[in-house]
């Protein structure tokens, strides 16, 4: 009987797994997984609902002890020169293979019920795609795709590392130096995981609530549904031709970590929230075929990074160009056209600076009346903005209205001093 027969239907969201992580201590809830030298990960089907109630035909990553397949595939997360090895079987019907996107790190094909080892030494530390290479585009925007996050190899519980990189640029050095540090940058400095003396947010999931203490991955992607139903229709060992694949993509719905629309923008793993002066870490990632033009309200950010390389200057803006594996291996120009995909921002989390008033009162006195106001049952406190692509249709499902597509919110929950507007606590 063909393994297609049995489709699981799926919820999604991120969820972790470090790897080569024994210098992590704490990072992971499970020690069993903080252990692991050792992953496996399996190609395997699943079907994915969308916004709308849809539901999706996809290919995914599976890690050996998930109970269910996740979608998107797991996070993986390690240690800049830590030594890796991924147990990969492919339980599809076609050959695939995993690579770390624009690196020499990949496997072979791998026959249809077929295993094999990749071993490899963790890479600087920034933020990647692993993927299928095969038959490019088709395996990766089918879902094989992932976000494998390495932090640098000095990071330790309570950190003296306050960048992520091995090693920043001198302004990017200089940047995180300055914050908490300089009138310009009132607050904390950036930490890379949640200090031991800090308790961990209870909104968000315990495998990879550390990680995101001041982080937050935005794995962006495009689904074509006629597209994905063509392919689950090919028979054991056909493939779908690529060509025809690109030329025929058109995404109806545009995800951020696997979710979109109210659903992206209330997933406390996606969404930013913290007080005036928590600066955070942004990791964006584009697994698709369609360019993105994120947009962020509030304040502007610094872009540290273009496909892990660490910027000489430190841009700050509030939109940028975010673009796909293909776009990513030609037309490099310049910064502003240059497509990418993988970028690191920073949020400094200044106080909003176009909300007019004395600077010194804090917002909760300066704006009691607004933070009060409550807007078809929606109270106005905390602060929220959007994030969202200024490419407008990945703003909508399947033909429908904003915001239903890849966008998320930033939260101001309080004031500098720790103090929560009204409706953060
Ligand atoms: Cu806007």
């Known amino acids: 009987m063909n393994r297609r027969d049995f489709i699981r239907y799926n919820m999604c969201g991120l969820t972790a797994l470090a790897v080569g992580s024994v210098g992590i201590p704490g990072l992971f809830a499970s020690q069993a997984e903080a252990a692991a030298r050792t992953i496996n990960l399996s190609f395997e089907e699943v079907v994915v609902e969308m916004v709308d109630t849809t539901r999706v035909y996809h ?59 990749l071993n490899f030494v963790a890479p600087a530390a920034g933020t990647y795609l692993y993927i299928d290479p095969l038959n490019a585009p088709v395996n990766r925007v089918m879902g094989l795709y992932g976000a494998f996050i390495v932090l640098p190899p000095g990071v330790r519980e309570n950190t003296a590392v306050n960048t992520p990189y091995t090693p920043p640029t001198f302004k990017v050095q200089q940047l995180f130096n300055d914050l908490g540090n300089t009138p310009q940058f009132p607050g904390e ?15 968000l999931p315990l495998a990879i609530e550390r990680l995101l203490f001041r982080t937050r991955i935005w794995l962006f992607s495009q689904v074509d549904p006629d597209l994905n139903l063509q392919v689950r229709g090919l028979g054991p060992g056909q493939i779908f031709d690529a060509g025809a694949f690109r030329s025929a993509f058109e995404p109806e719905y545009f995800l951020l970590n696997g979710k979109a629309g109210f659903f992206a923008a209330h997933d406390h793993v996606s969404a930013v929230e913290g007080f005036i ?33 660490v910027q000489n200057s430190v841009a700050s803006i509030d939109s940028m160009t975010l673009g796909t594996v293909e776009n990513d291996a030609v037309g490099r120009g310049s910064l502003f056209f240059r497509g990418g995909s993988t970028q690191d921002w920073l ?28 807007l078809g049952n929606v109270l106005q406190s905390p602060l929220k903005y959007p994030m969202h692509d200024h490419m407008e249709q990945s703003q909508t499902a399947a033909g429908g209205n904003y915001p239903q597509g890849a966008i998320t919110d930033i939260m101001f929950l309080g004031d500098i001093d720790k103090v929560p507007f009204p409706g953060s606590v």
């Open 59 to 117: 290919w995914v990553f599976k890690s050996g002890g998930a109970i269910s397949h996740g979608f998107p595939s797991p996070v993986l997360v390690a240690r800049t020169g830590a030594d890796i090895t991924i147990n990969l079987t492919n339980n599809l019907d076609e050959a695939h293979a995993f690579q770390l996107a624009g690196t020499d790190i990949r496997t072979d094909s791998i026959p249809p019920g077929a295993s094999t080892v």
């Open 189 to 203: 400095p950036w930490v890379p995981l949640r200090p031991e003396d800090v308790s961990p947010n209870p909104d």
């Open 277 to 309: 002066g928590e600066p955070h870490l942004i990791r964006l990632l584009n697994a698709g075929l369609a360019t993105h033009s994120n947009h962020l309200h509030a304040n502007h950010y610094y872009l540290l990074a273009i496909n892990n390389v």
């Open 347 to 374: 949020i400094p989390f200044l106080r909003p600076p176009d909300i007019p008033g004395d600077p010194n009162t804090p917002l909760r006195d300066l704006i009691p009346e607004e933070l009060a106001t409550v």
